[in-house]
């Protein structure tokens, strides 16, 4: 799910060379959307906010954090959606 909105880190390597993870392909009109919702999550939702500042604390840039609390948005959505359950903080 994460490939088909975008924020999947795709491998650039060939042979001996590697190169750097980056997220690219999938949906950018989808994209864009999750990252202004993140922005407002990571100010507004304790959950988010949380997992943000644990990430910039371990050294992640600050937009490579907003991606990954994105990826994880996508998944707790997703796994919402399939159990037809409602937001609660404690699962997240």
Request: aromatic content about 6%; overall charge positive; hydrophobic content about 45%.
């Amino acid at each position: 799910i994460a490939a088909l909105v975008g924020v999947a880190p795709m491998n650039r390597e060939s042979g001996t060379w590697n190169g750097k993870r980056r997220i690219r392909g999938g949906r950018h009109r989808i994209r864009t959307v999750m990252f202004m919702a993140m922005l407002s999550s990571i100010q507004c939702n304790p959950v988010f906010k949380r997992f943000y500042e644990h990430l910039k604390a371990q050294g992640k840039l600050p937009k490579v954090a907003i991606i990954a609390c994105m990826r994880k948005l996508i998944v707790v959505l997703n796994t919402m959606l399939k159990n037809e359950e409602l937001w609660r903080q404690k699962t997240a």
